[in-house]
T-cell receptor
């Protein structure tokens, strides 16, 4: 069985400040890792993914996440946030050996204040 | 590619009524997933299809829930005798087997309110 823990339910930050959203997972097999963003009344949008290769992955809008196998973590970071980054962020894990379901964390609400 | 489409976007029903939701996946995707999301929680897996075959069902999917994907294209999720606890956002996602390793693309969801 796999599980995902998002360590912070809410993260308030000021605009242009750096932010880190923490995610830890557990799984007995190799995994694929994902971050999704959800705006109010919308579905989930894929933000970035780790499948294999380089442990540091980046999105087109300045977010990055680093896969740390020894610490079973996949924290999301951005060096300077914007008001428009205000949203719910979900970390998810999918077993590498079974391309079926994903298991999600409970989400982190990022609120960027002016 | 028009993305994953879900209908209706909102559904309000009375307890005890049956409801049906539809999901149209991305056309070339052969895998289709249903998730349920309640307030303050992440999506929880319900079931998934590969083509028309239902390959896995969660224990969350009680006997009142049934999902179909008759021709391997669109899917329906039916809830019979709805209960207030069924109120949630129902999300559909699709992916391509053998594609970029289970990247799931989500629809906007159907929000169910049971009164």
């Amino acid at each position: 069985a796999q599980s995902v823990t998002q360590l912070d339910s809410q993260v308030p930050v000021f605009e242009e400040a750096p932010v880190e959203l923490r995610c830890n997972y557990s799984s007995s097999v190799s995994v694929y890792l994902f971050w999704y963003v959800q705006y109010p009344n919308q579905g989930l949008q894929l933000l970035l993914k780790y499948l294999s290769g380089s442990t540091l992955v980046e999105s087109i809008n300045g977010f990055e996440a680093e896969f740390n196998k020894s610490q079973t973590s996949f924290h999301l970071r951005k060096p300077s946030v914007h008001i428009s980054d205000t949203a719910e962020y979900f970390c998810a894990v999918s077993e590498g050996t079974n391309a079926g379901k994903s298991t999600f964390g409970d989400g982190t609400t990022l609120t960027v204040k002016p | 590619d028009t993305g994953v489409s879900q209908n209706p976007r909102h559904k309000i029903t009375k307890r005890g009524q049956n409801v049906t939701f539809r999901c149209d996946p991305i056309s070339e995707h052969n895998r289709l997933y249903w998730y349920r999301q309640t307030l303050g929680q992440g999506p929880e897996f319900l079931t998934y299809f590969q083509n028309e075959a239902q390959l896995e069902k969660s224990r969350l999917l009680s006997d009142r829930f049934s999902a179909e994907r008759p021709k391997g294209s669109f899917s329906t999720l039916e809830i019979q005798r709805t209960e207030q606890g069924d109120s949630a956002m129902y999300l559909c996602a699709s992916s391509q087997q053998g594609g970029a390793k289970n990247i799931q693309y989500f629809g906007a969801g159907t929000r169910l309110s049971v009164l």
